[in-house]
């Protein structure tokens, strides 16, 4: 029995061995063809340098020196070219036309020298005609004027004269409005003209930016860059100062609003009006009436009726009281 197994234990050592060797051979036959054809792709990428400088002299021996090709060129001529020297481009301006074009050229040049000739003498017969018309018509409007009644000129002048009268019945202020909106002088306020009243009335709010203020509609303290003016309803508001208006608009807050420009960086800003006179861009005179005082706003219901009243330099806020008269 344990001869049996070390016949068989021997067995497959050498079914093993034999199978190992068989499997080495296998892979240096592989190794050994695939090395082969590798060197041999080398073999054809590989250039041969001496096959390319002996071909490089085969070409530059079978190349004709220049001193050859002087020569041929010289045996050719220029004779034997395809170029005719006499032809030229359409569009050169040196192109030599045949006789028969050129005839046609000066036929085409005289008859236009011709139009040009009669369009310039139809020209001159217009002109002439029209100018006989003119004289025909000053001649016939010149008797017209001579044979005019004496009538006709009288009553020419009486129109003028009633003109002139209508003219001077202008009333005075008319004629102001109409000089106020038309001469447009430079604006120049100066601090110590100082500001007159707007309304007559007393100030129900005055003004403060260096502490809050307490406003009775709102129930709230803020700061108040202007005066607020009590008026009645109606009144008519003058205007400060001489200046332009530059704003007509209407302000939740504080109602229609005028803004008008006195010079210097100084500006007036009018509140709480209605059946405003002025617009944008009129000049306006001191004392002349800007518009009316309307109703307060619902920011002023317990305040009542009022205006108000904004003076500012270089848009900063100032106190309007320190520049009333």
Not at 254 to 280: A, K, P, R
Not at 282 to 296: E, F, H, K, R
Request: no cysteine; glycine share 6%; charged share 30%.
């Amino acid at each position: 029995m344990a001869r049996r197994n070390r016949n068989s234990i021997r067995k497959e050592r050498i079914i093993m061995l034999a199978s190992s060797v068989f499997v080495l051979a296998a892979l240096t036959v592989t190794g050994v063809y695939v090395r082969n054809n590798n060197r041999a792709e080398r073999e054809d990428y590989v250039l041969d340098f001496e096959a390319i400088e002996k071909n490089g002299t085969d070409v530059a021996d079978n190349m004709m020196s220049a001193e050859e090709l002087d020569t041929l060129f010289a045996e050719v001529g220029t004779d034997d070219l395809d170029y005719d020297p006499s032809f030229q481009e359409a569009n050169s301006q040196h192109v030599e036309n045949t006789g028969e074009e050129a005839g046609l050229r000066t036929r085409l040049s005289q008859e236009k020298e011709n139009d040009k000739k009669d369009e310039k003498d139809e020209k001159e017969v217009t002109e002439k005609e029209d100018t006989d018309k003119e004289k025909k018509e000053s001649a016939k409007k010149s008797e017209s004027k001579k044979s005019e009644p004496a009538e006709k000129k009288e009553e020419d002048q009486e129109a003028g004269m009633f003109d002139e009268t209508v003219d001077t019945a202008m009333s005075g202020d008319v004629q102001a409005e109409a000089i106020s909106t038309t001469v447009q002088p430079d604006l120049d306020f100066q601090e110590e003209e100082g500001l007159v009243w707007p309304i007559v009335g007393d100030v129900l709010i005055n003004y403060s930016m260096d502490r809050t203020i307490f406003f009775p509609t709102l129930e709230q303290y803020k700061y108040n860059p202007a005066i607020v003016i009590a008026a009645a309803q109606g009144e008519t508001i003058s205007a400060a100062a001489d200046g332009r208006v530059t704003s007509v608009s209407y302000d939740p807050t504080i109602g229609n609003t005028v803004v008008m420009d006195l010079g210097n960086g100084y500006e007036l800003t009018y509140g709480q009006l209605e059946n405003i006179t002025v617009s944008e861009g009129s000049y306006v005179n001191v004392g002349d009436g800007i518009g009316t005082v309307a109703a307060p706003t619902k920011y002023y219901s317990i305040e009542g009726t009022n205006v108000y009243f904004k003076l500012t330099k270089d848009g900063e806020p100032i106190n309007p009281m320190s520049r009333l008269q």
